[in-house]
């Protein structure tokens, strides 16, 4: 599977971005898919996952509210809608896949995207 993030940049606080993760290879309808976010000099934390098997949506405590993930199967395509985002949202945001269920873990998933940079300026 290989997954391609795209559709960050830099923003006012308050602003709003939508970011995509293509998927290609094996069956993207079977993966449970998450976003994560990294930011400097702080560990990979878990953002967003939808599941598989539900169509259910998980989110962090802190973008639950603003943040809605989503998937359009016949595109092979997860999006995730940042809205009120805050200079606490930058971070480069990975995309990933699991073929073995909903995880909020990163050690849960199978395969990664390169990620996509997000600036939230104050």
């Known amino acids: 599977v290989q997954l391609q993030a795209s559709g960050g940049g830099l923003v006012q606080a308050g602003g709003s971005l939508r970011l995509s993760c293509a998927a290609s290879g094996r069956t993207f309808s079977s993966a449970s898919m998450g976003w994560f976010r990294q930011a400097p000099g702080k560990e990979r934390e878990f953002v967003a996952a939808?599941?598989?098997?539900?169509?259910?949506?998980f989110y962090a405590d802190s973008v639950e509210g603003r943040f809605t993930i989503s998937r359009d199967n016949a595109k092979n395509t997860v999006y995730l809608q940042m809205n009120s985002l805050e200079p606490e949202d930058t971070a480069v945001y990975y995309c990933?896949?699991?073929?073995?269920?909903?995880?909020?873990?990163?050690?849960?998933?199978?395969?990664w995207g390169q990620g996509t940079q997000v600036t939230v300026s104050s």
């Open positions: 939808i599941s598989m098997r539900s169509g259910s949506a």
């Open positions: 990933g896949a699991s073929f073995k269920g909903y995880s909020d873990h990163d050690v849960g998933y199978d395969y």
